[in-house]
């Protein structure tokens, strides 16, 4: 050591401490730092990687790339491949749940209600298409892992709820037939719109149309949306 020089004081394990300017370097990065982003940024890339190739052909090494982060912390958070492919599946009816929620469907006439949520389910499934990819792949798989969610049901159930809530209220304002069962509305509903996107390549080269094409949507909208209303409404 030069003369002069001054040795680092050692801590109390001995080692030298950190210059302020080091130390000052990582409380920005601890700053910084957003766990829950992180966590939303690496289900948002899982997504589209498991919507893409499926639970089977998904890498986590190309999540954790697209993510800057690293496959350690992937699973630190999910636990497992398995265990980030349910927390897709369960974001993704998390959020078709809660914007149906956002609509205040309960607030509309009954008919007008309808038309909102059926409007609604066929704008989903058109734009967000990797939920309607995962959906399926979900079904390939026997709703083997969405099962395990332990909010599934629960959560889902809502759509339901929002639906009976319609019919009572057309039925006692004379504007609904009373004999629609909820559960078999929704899935008249979720089946035109889902099929039009995720069958639309088997359909497409069946009929050599793609019924999900931008020039038939208006018109398949408000097909979907009078099919519904002339099924739920009262006869004169």
Known sequence: MKKGSKAAEPDTNGIPSETPRTDARRSDARRKYDPEQTKRNILEVATQEFSAMGLTGARVDAIAERTNTTKRMLYYYFGSKEGLYQAV?????????????????????????????????????????????????????????VEQVKTFKGRNVTVIHTIEDLLARGIASGQFRSDVDAIDLHLLISSLCFHRVGNRHTFGTAFGRDPSHPRLRARHRAMIVDAVLRFVRKEN
């Open 89 to 145: 599946l369960e974001k993704v009816y998390g959020d078709i749940r809660a914007l149906e929620q956002d609509l205040h469907i309960s607030e509309l006439d009954p008919v007008e209600g309808m038309r909102a949520l059926v409007e609604f389910t066929f704008d989903y499934h058109d734009r967000q298409r990797d939920f309607v990819r995962l959906v399926t792949i979900e079904n390939i798989h026997g709703a083997k892992y």
